[in-house]
Each structure stands twice: as C-alpha cells, then as structure tokens.
C-alpha cells in the first residue's frame, strides 16, 4: 500500500487533531506513516493542511497527487485544486458547493487570482461545484458526505461542526478500509481518555463508518499488520529528546515560528525519569527552560549558564537568529559551550513565518562579526534531531565553541514513526567537577589540539571578556598574545575535523558510480533516497552525497566523490544554491545543476524525479529547475 | 582569612574617577560579608564599568554591550548558590540593555545590579548618556543634550525590582553598606550609583553632587521595609519610593527607596515546578550513567508519544 492524503480545513479547526487521528489509526494497525504540516502565520481562518503518507514499511517522502483528497471547507476544494489526479478521491460536504471563490476572503488574493485563472481558462464557475467539476475533469473522484447531517444522526452533543474533523477521518480511513476498531482506539488517544469526548467522538466514528458502508464507499478491508511499539515525534520533538538525553539542564527561548514548540515540549517534560539503574544513585534534578525577553536574550542567557557548568542551549528561527550574532560571537571568542538550535523558515526578514526554507546556511556559517571557529551541523530527518541534538551538546562541550544545529520548518513540523530511540548510540560524557582547579589558567596556551580545560563560575576563579584576552581572561592587545590566541581558538576546528566521524559529516547513499549525483541536506534526504529508487526502476542509477557537517567542512570525502561524479545534481529549499556555494568555497568545485525551491512547502517526490529526469535526459537546457508544488 | 576580593590587575580608570569607589566599595563589601572567592561572580557590560571585574579576585565576566543582565541571569539560574552581581554603566543598562533591565525587574532573579551613573559614555569620549538631563550640556557635547533623562529609581520601581536604592561613589561608607543590603536581599536589587566622569562630564561633578546628596534615612520616619505579613503597606511604601524617586535638582536622595521582602524571587518560583531545583540545580547535576551514556529514559519521560 502507498497512501497519500491531504487532509485541510480552517486554521483552529482541528486539522492537527484529524491527522493525529488518521496518523495513530493506521499506526494502530501496524502501519506506517509520514506527514508535514502546511499552515498559515494566523490562529483562526485561514487554510491548512496535513500532507500524510501511509506505507507498510515507513514512507520518506511525500507525493503529488494524492490519492484522497479530505476538505474540512470549502477553501479546501479550491486551495487544493491542482493536486487530484487519475483515481484522487475528493471527500467534501456537498453544502459547500455553492461557495464562491469571491466569497473566500481567507484565501490570499493572489491564490484566489490564481484559482479564478485556473477555472476561468478551463471554462468552470468560480464556485466549489465548479472546482470540484474541474477535479473531476483531472480524473478525480468527488464524493459529497452530508457533514451535519452524518454527524447529527450520531451525536446532539455540542455544534455538529465540532466533529467535521472526526468525520472528515473516519471516512477517510473507512475509505482506506482500516477497521474501525483502530480508528476508535486513536480516537481514544487523541482524546487522552476524556471519557465524555471519547464517547461522543467514537459516535461519529460510527455514523462515518455506517455512511461509508451504506452508500458503497468503504474500501476493501486492509490487512492488519503486526503492532510494533513506536514513537509518533515531530522533528521539534527530536531535537527535544535528544537534547534531554544528552544532558540538557538549561534552555532558552523567544517565542518564534517554528522553533518554540521544542521549548515547549522540553517544558512540559521538565521533571524527565531516570533510566532504571540510575534511579539510586541519582539526585533528583530537572531541566530548566526560561523564556525571555528577546533572542538576545536567549542566547546570552544561555551561556551565563553553561558557564557554570550546565549544558544548555536555546532554539530560534531565522529573525531571532540574526538578534543572536553578537551573543554568538562572543561564544567564539571565550569558548563558551552553547549549541543553538535554528529551524529554517522562509527569509528574508518575516519572510514566510509558517514555511519551509534552507536559506540561513551561509548566514549560519558566518554569524557574527570577527573571525571564529564554530561547528554548524544538520539534520534530515527525526530520529537525526534526537542523535544529532545530543552530539550538538557533546561537541559544544568538547570544543567549547558555539554549535549551530540546523532544522528546517518542513522536518520541524513533519511526524514520523521512529520504531527505538538508541540509548546508546551517543556517549554523554560527564563533566561535572566539584574542585577547582589550582593556578587556572582558562585560555592557556599550553594545549596541542586548542582547547584548555573549562572553567566553571561557582568552582573556580577566572575571567572572560569579549575583548581579545591573555590566558587569564584579562584584556590584552600585545601583538603576540593576540596572534597565539587566534591560533589556539581556530585549532579546535582541526581537532574536530580530526575527531567527529566522517559519517556525522556527510554520507554517501547509494552505489559508488551512478548515473547521477544528488547533492542535499536537511529534509530533501527523505524524497531524494525515494527518487533513487524511482530512478533504478526506470534504469538510471542514483547515489546520494548527503552532507551533514558544514563547519568543518569534509572536504576530501566531497571531493573524493564530486571528483567522479557523472552528473551532479544539487538540490536545496532556497533560492542561490547555499551548500553548492559551501563545496565550491572548499573543493573549489563548481555544481551545474540544481534543483531548487523556495516558494516554502516541502519537496515532494514527484517533482524532484520530474526534475532530475529533464535534467538527466536533457529535455531542460536550463542549469537551475525551480519547484513549484504545494497549497 | 578571609578572601582578599582585590587583585592585582593594573586599573586604569581616569584619576579622580568615581569608578575607584564603587570598586572599593564592591570588595570591602564582600569582604565584610566573610564570602569566599567562588561565593561571587561579577557580570559586567562594556565600557569603562565593564573592566570592574578584571579588578576583583573573583569569578567574573565582561560581557557585551548591555547583554549583563540576561548572562548573570543564567549565571543565578543555573547556580542559585552564587552570588551575582552585575556591574555596568548607565548606557548598558538604561540604553542598550534596557529592555533586559526592564524583563529583570519581572524576574526578579535576586541579582545585585550597580549602575554606574555618570550621565555619559565616557569610553567613546563622552556622549550624552540615558540618564542625562535634557538640555544639558557638557564640555564633550556639541551641543545641548537633545534627548530627556530615564530616572533609574523610578524606572527600576515601575520594573518590579524589589530592593532599589542610590548610592554615592564618594560616599563609600554608605555604598558599601547599600551593596551589602542589596547582595543579601533575595530579589533582584538596583543601586543607582551617583559616579562623576572627572573627564567628560564637567557639570555633574563629585562638587556638584556632594552640595546636593542627603540621606533617606536622615528623616528617622523613614521605612522602605516590605516584610512578609505586611503586605498591606505596599501600595503606601511603592508611592513613597516613586516620590523620593522623582526628586533631583538642589537635593538629590540618597539610601534605600524600596525593599520588598514579599516577592518570592524568581528561583523560588522555578522551585515550584522543576523537581529539586535548589538543592540539585543544573550547574550541578550529573548528566551521564555510569556506562557514560545517557541517564534520561526517554521511553518513561515521553510516553506521552509512544504509540504501543
């Protein structure tokens, strides 16, 4: 089975709450599930959408078209017109049909310009009877469910527009032919066992099935797979937990975009459990989280913390971000270990709130005013943020050096079901020191690899001043003092690059010589493995150069494989091509092709291999393919 | 013995600065206090204030330009043991830094800020600084100060700071008394500290100010003192210290405005919600099982997110 639906409605109206269900039900049954998020920088009104994909084993990527469509309103036809195709099930309440686009004030105007053109040049009204008469057209199949009078048939309990939700997924996997069994025990966990919401709830779940059933549009029944135990986590949820278990006691945060809800779901869980055998011997103890007053803030905040010996970190996106520079430089140049998670939106300024974008790369790379080393490292999907969080926290304590940890809003918002989380993947090595150290020299120069031992306020006396410093902390501007501590500070990079695994840097999937070369990071890694695949099942053969690390930066390994690439096809969520400019800055390595999108919503398989195939046969001669998919 | 809180780090603040007062009121204090020298950290901002701590023997940080507030805060909030206090001038905490001053009064963490107040920017050769008067105009302006002043005192009352007092670097017996009040107060305190730029400001000089400086406490009536249980004279006593606040010109008060013992500092509020945050607080938990990996079950912690 490969199932994609998109299921949308009004901001506020429940849509999380509908995909939470769809997502569990199946999950319930033993299957798989992958979905990202589309919403809109506004609480109430306007148009969003889960994207989510169902397989037996676990899907990737996401797909264009779908194969139901689930419209909680009438926007919801006329947002998602272009994404039916041959088979595309359209599930409406056939009291929207008299819509008209004019009357939809929540779709921006140019999106509704667009759907007017889009109708108009196809000869169908401006209404949802005509939208769907188009879809239709497009080879999609509409099926009109009376919404009120489904739900008021089951419950009397409340407005009926409060279950469209439960109903708009309940026909949906009535459709898929997921027994309804599964349905009412996700509804039993999205409702955290409210007794009297449950019960109404599992009423419309019935009277959806018993609809479906009795007009013909049941599905046959799925086969049940084997339950496995799993985590349903978000790529916010990741980071969080990875954070956790890699010691995180203190966090930081300015509400923003989509970085806060880590903030917020390490502050729900701030009194976190031991593992069994540590219960004993462990002080109970929690993670602190202190909202503030601005990024500046955050950051600052943060590093008063580590100094004392706390791993801590703080999570923004890209407006707080660039409120965080001088805090991050003065990281760099006391050696202060912060790691700063940055999930990507769309830039530049607001830009797009509530999107997906990968164009903060470079500005992360070089955050800050002055020269100073700094580890910048990404992830590409969930179970990533968790093991990729905690090395964050393990390398912003080797180095002593601020860490930058990129997340882009697509995987932020994506769910995932992660079957384990690996308590032993990642070492967490303790640092904690009761003693002060004697004669303590924090920036002394008698160190090989660059990097002297950390002092923490509260155990030992020693000063810091973002003023160039001698070994003690103290101002200086002697030329020599300056230089040798220039030399010390930048050496810690050598020693990273000589020390983190080349698999945390960047991976190579896929044969050793192919056809083509996929370059990417962040969220396209999903779509990119599923294309390869795609490509092998039509006789070209793909690898992919997944990179990870950008400083420092694994400049043989690229090299090595960029050197004898056929062709290379970078692939990136912005618009100047910001990991292609990286590889050419150190291999000296100029990519032609790209594919690229920044118009916010997440890459979709089929576009990418649309691209990659044009690319590949030559039917573009343009260098750079722009995606455009996405409501 | 007790610690000696001076080092010998070459200080080279002007002659006749009035930064050499609070310095030495900062280290008699804590002397007097019988602290050791991991007891305290100083967190300063930029400028000439921002070198103190290089002048102490103790923990300390120079940080950036009006950034003190929130690096001392997670200094305080990680380690609640310690003692912070926060040297740093006019611009850093009324100008750059002020909407960090202004969150810290909501806090109310329990740090000791000393605000160096000499009404300009004298490592930058003397700009008008936020606590200059409108119109003013010293030797190192071009012309009349063209912005109004931020009073310290009221907007550190308006802020929600507990203890809020004004201190003159001449007058180091009271400094050193005001500083040992503000360090055992269990809020975040503000002590506007009078300081003469003997270079740059040649109106508001140590003269200037010692013909008009007097003592609240002088008046024998005078009670800042909010203690537990006498949460009823809040309301009289805020309005008293606003009162006092807004006087400046021929007399300028001096001593404690406010001291509010009834807000619970901002530690203690976290104590309520994050399990054994005082005596166990991040800056000394262990992070590691003995195996060196994780100690964090994230199977029990997030169950709520286990699909079974």
């Not at chain 1, 799993?230 to 966090?251: C, E, V, Y």
């Not at chain 2, 300390?60 to 929130?70: A, D, E, F, K, M």
């Amino acid at each position: 089975m490969d199932l994609n639906i998109a299921i949308g409605g009004p901001q506020g109206g429940g849509i999380d709450t509908s995909s939470n269900m769809i997502n569990r039900a199946f999950a319930e049954a033993g299957y798989n599930v992958f979905g990202v998020r589309e919403y809109h920088s506004n609480i109430k009104g306007r148009h969003s959408y889960n994207h989510i994909r169902v397989k037996e084993d676990r899907p990737r990527s996401l797909k264009y078209p779908v194969d139901i469509i689930v419209a909680l309103d009438a926007d919801t036809i006329f947002e998602h017109l272009e994404d039916v195709g041959p088979g595309t099930k359209i599930i409406y309440d056939r009291s929207f049909e008299s819509s008209d686009l004019s009357q939809a004030r929540m779709i921006m105007r140019d999106t509704a310009r667009r759907i007017k053109e889009r109708l108009d040049g196809a000869g169908f009204p401006n209404t949802v009877k005509g939208a769907v008469a188009y879809m239709k057209s497009q080879g999609g199949v509409p099926i009109a469910v009376p919404f009120n009078d489904v739900v008021a048939a089951a419950t009397s309990e409340g407005p009926a527009s409060r279950y469209f939700n439960t109903l708009g997924s309940a026909v949906t996997l009535s459709i898929a032919g997921l027994d309804k069994k599964f349905t009412i025990e996700a509804i039993k966990q999205v409702f955290s066992n409210k007794e009297k919401v449950v019960a109404e709830n599992v009423k419309v779940v019935e009277g959806a099935y018993r609809y479906a059933a009795e007009n013909g549009m049941a599905g046959t029944p799925l086969k049940v797979l084997p339950k496995k135990k799993r985590f349903l986590l978000t790529g916010n949820d990741g980071s969080a937990i990875g954070k956790l278990m890699g010691g995180l006691r203190f966090q930081t945060y300015y509400p923003i975009t989509p970085a806060s809800d880590e903030s917020s779901i390490l502050e729900e869980h701030e009194d976190f459990a031991f593992i069994e055998a540590e219960k004993k011997r462990l002080k109970k103890g929690g993670v602190v989280v202190v909202q503030t007053e601005d990024e500046i803030s955050a950051v600052t905040m943060a590093q008063g913390a580590a100094l004392t010996g706390a791993r801590s970190s703080t999570a923004t996106s890209g407006p707080g971000f660039s409120l965080m520079a001088e805090g991050i430089g003065f990281a760099g140049m006391d050696e202060v270990p912060v790691v700063v998670t940055l999930y990507q939106r769309g830039g530049p300024s607001t830009g797009l709130p509530t999107r997906n974008g990968q164009s903060d790369l470079l500005f992360a790379l070089n955050t800050g005013h002055g020269e100073f080393p700094r580890i910048v490292l990404s992830s590409g999907d969930v179970e990533e943020c968790i093991y990729d969080a905690m090395k964050a926290l393990n390398y912003a304590q080797r180095y002593q050096l601020p860490v930058i940890h990129l997340i882009d809003k697509n995987l932020a918002n994506s769910t995932d079901l992660v079957p384990e989380i690996d308590l032993k993947r990642v070492p967490v090595p303790q640092t904690l020191r009761t003693e002060p150290l004697p004669d303590f020299h924090r920036y002394t120069l008698k160190t090989e690899n660059g990097i002297s031992p950390m002092g923490y306020l509260g155990k030992d006396i020693f000063w810091m001043t973002g003023d160039e410093h001698d070994e003690l902390g103290h101002v200086t501007e002697d030329t020599e003092m300056r230089d040798a501590q220039m030399r010390k500070r930048f050496k810690k990079l050598e020693t990273a690059l000589s020390e983190i695994p080349q698999n945390d840097m960047a991976v190579l999937y896929g044969p050793q010589n192919a056809d083509i070369t996929f370059v990417t990071w962040g969220s396209q890694k999903g779509p990119i493995l599923d294309v390869m695949e795609d490509l092998k099942a039509e006789g070209i053969s793909a690898n992919l150069l997944y990179l990870k690390m950008f400083m420092p930066f694994p400049t043989q390994f690229v090299k090595g494989i960029l050197e004898k690439a056929k062709l290379v096809i970078d692939v990136e969520s912005n618009m100047l091509a910001q990991a292609a400019k990286v590889i050419k800055l150190n291999t000296g390595i100029e990519i032609e092709k790209a594919i690229l999108k920044y118009n916010g919503r997440h890459m979709t398989e089929d576009e990418i291999l649309k691209a990659a195939k044009d690319i590949y046969e030559g039917k573009t001669k343009e260098e750079v393919e722009v995606l455009e998919n996405g409501a | 013995m007790a610690h000696n809180f001076k080092n010998d780090v070459t200080v080279d603040w002007c002659p006749g600065c009035g930064d050499f007062g609070i310095l030495t009121s900062i280290t008699q204090a804590l002397g007097e206090m019988n602290f050791n020298g991991n007891d305290v950290v100083a967190i300063s901002g930029i400028g000439c204030s921002g070198k103190t701590p290089h002048y102490l023997n103790m923990g300390g940080v120079h940080t950036l330009h009006g950034r003190s507030i929130p690096y001392a805060t997670g200094v305080k909030l990680a380690n609640p043991r310690l003692k912070v206090i926060v040297p740093s001038g006019d611009g850093d905490m009324l100008g750059i830094g002020a909407g960090h001053f202004v969150a810290e009064g909501r806090r109310n963490t329990g740090l000791t800020l000393i605000i160096y107040d000499n009404e300009v920017y004298g490592l930058t050769k003397g700009q008008a600084a936020p606590t200059m008067q409108l119109g003013e105009k010293t030797k190192s302006l071009a012309r009349p100060n063209v912005f109004g002043k931020v009073n310290p005192i009221t907007l550190a009352l308006s802020s929600g700071y507990s203890f809020v007092a004004r201190g003159f670097s001449f007058d180091m017996k009271q400094l050193k008394e005001l500083i040992k009040m503000a360090v055992m107060h269990d809020g975040s305190s503000v002590i506007d500290v009078l300081q003469p730029c003997p270079t740059y400001n040649n109106v508001n000089t140590m003269e200037w100010y010692r013909e008009r400086v007097y003592k609240l406490d002088e008046d024998k009536n005078w009670n800042p003192v909010i203690n537990p249980g006498e949460e009823s004279t809040i309301d009289e006593k805020f309005q008293k210290a606003y009162q006092k606040g807004l006087e400046w010109g021929d007399r300028i008060p001096t001593g404690v405005f406010y001291d509010n013992r009834t807000i619970p500092s901002f530690t203690k509020r976290l104590a309520e919600f994050v399990p054994n945050y005082l005596e166990n607080p991040p800056s000394e938990q262990i992070v590691a099982a003995t195996d060196g990996y994780t100690n964090v079950d994230p199977y029990v912690t997030f169950a709520d997110k286990i699909i079974q």
